[in-house]
């Protein structure tokens, strides 16, 4: 059993104050306190200058041309679908193994989604798969107009192979890079753009760095920066270039497209510019979990996660995928004992074409079986920054546990 806590009381976990670890989970420093409480006693509350501030420092920390800040990570998917102007008839590549929010920005421009299988080292889009598929596209004249790689548990696509395919084949590429923020491919920041047109990242809390609620397109592209701060905004201007009549006045804007309210509130912002200060300290500590993961699961019937030797993953998550063929136990018995033992697990992804609303549109058991399998076998163990060695020791030792069971 786990020690006490350091004060004596009968917490089970010495990473968190409960009797459940949890499988991801913000830290809030006092530093972080300050300074949203002195954006709270300052003028601006939202459309300030730490808006301003914190992209500039995602920005400058990417080494992206521009960062543009909305109000969540799905909010920078739909407005870079928007900003590059998807549409309906287009069509938009994913993964399956993510979030819904990667797929659903297409359908919210009236686009049409199909997906791309993975590989089972990594979890992600399986470049293969997308030479294959291209192919076939190609022949019958059902190209994309955008793919979506999505950096699946923080460790970057190979974002050189996409690329080429992109010269070849003519779409746009756009990063779904929700979980790496702090990622390094190939010597560069995920979210530098070196591959692709845009970038996008969320903050929500059990993200690498939070706001609370928020997200953040990054582009190297001067028309398409404009057109993420257009749309954030309601695309409304005041640019006497842009408008379509002579201005009446000081006071005068025009609404020239359909936009939205996607903004980011001052606090938000400033949250996360503190959160940016320890990211090198954030990321270098999920490393040493994760390195102490992979130590401590050797020789147990699980199959960890595949590193890529050209990049350095953000440890959004610590995926492991049972071996499920060499087991008595399935994956669901498992992680209910995890679960009953006060292990925060979760599971990442239910296969997004396995949706309801995507079986709607015609999608079907047995179209992506890389990523089927991958979610039948897949548990996410705990990994945040605060996580102990100890609780980290004890949740392999109930794993052991659990799958020599019977
Ligand atoms: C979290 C996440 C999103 C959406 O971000 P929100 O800030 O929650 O809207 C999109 N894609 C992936 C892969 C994610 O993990």
């Known amino acids: 059993m786990p020690a006490a806590n350091q004060s004596g009381s009968p917490t ?10 949890p499988y991801g989970r913000q830290t809030i420093t006092d530093e972080d306190v300050a300074a949203v409480t002195a954006v709270l006693r300052s003028d601006w509350l939202t459309q300030g200058p730490a808006i301003t501030r914190f ?6 920390w990417c080494g992206a041309k521009h960062a543009v800040a909305v109000s969540n990570g799905t909010a920078a998917l739909h407005v870079a679908m928007q900003a590059i102007g998807l549409k309906p008839g287009d069509r938009l590549w994913t993964s399956p193994n993510t979030f819904v929010a990667s797929a659903n920005c297409a359908r919210y421009c009236g686009a049409e989604v199909d997906f ?9 889009l399986s470049l293969a798969a997308l030479a294959k598929k291209l192919e076939q596209a190609d022949r019958e004249g059902t190209l994309p107009n955008v793919v979506m790689p999505v950096h699946y548990s923080g460790q970057s696509c190979d974002m050189a192979g996409i690329s080429e395919l992109a010269k070849r084949y003519g779409f746009n590429t756009v990063e779904d890079a929700a979980h790496a923020v702090g990622a390094v491919y190939r010597g560069e920041a995920v979210g530098a753009c070196g591959f692709s047109q845009m970038a996008t990242f969320s903050f929500h809390p059990v993200k690498i760095v939070t706001t609370g609620e928020g997200g953040m397109v990054l582009t190297n592209n001067d028309g398409l920066n404009e057109k993420l701060r257009y749309f954030r905004t309601h695309a409304i201007t005041r640019e006497t270039g842009l408008l379509e009549v002579e201005s009446h006045g000081p006071w005068y804007y025009e609404q020239i497209d359909l936009g939205w309210n996607y903004r980011i509130t001052d606090l938000q912002a400033e949250l996360g510019s503190s959160q940016m200060e320890r990211l090198d300290a954030i990321n270098r500590e999920r490393v040493e979990i994760a390195d102490r993961y992979d130590e401590l699961l050797t020789g147990l019937p699980v199959r960890r996660p595949e590193r890529m030797t050209d990049s350095k993953s953000a440890w959004h998550l610590y995926p492991i995928q ?3 063929d060499r087991l008595s136990v399935g994956r669901r018995e498992v992680f209910e004992g995890l679960r009953a033992a006060g292990v925060g697990v ?3 992804y239910i296969p997004v074409h396995l949706q309801p609303y995507y079986r709607r549109l015609g999608f079907k058991p047995g179209d992506f079986p890389e990523a089927e ?17 100890d ?10 546990r659990l799958l020599n069971a019977n």
């Open 12 to 21: 089970r976990w010495r990473s968190v104050a409960g009797p459940v670890l």
């Open 322 to 324: 049972l071996e499920l």
């Open 116 to 124: 791309v299988d993975i590989d089972r080292g990594t979890g992600n």
């Open 346 to 348: 979760q599971v990442h």
């Open 373 to 389: 399998a991958f979610y039948e076998s897949e548990i996410s163990l705990p990994m945040f920054s605060g996580l102990h060695p």
């Open 55 to 60: 992209e500039s420092k995602v920005a400058d």
């Open 391 to 400: 609780d980290q020791r004890e949740v392999v030792n109930i794993l052991g």
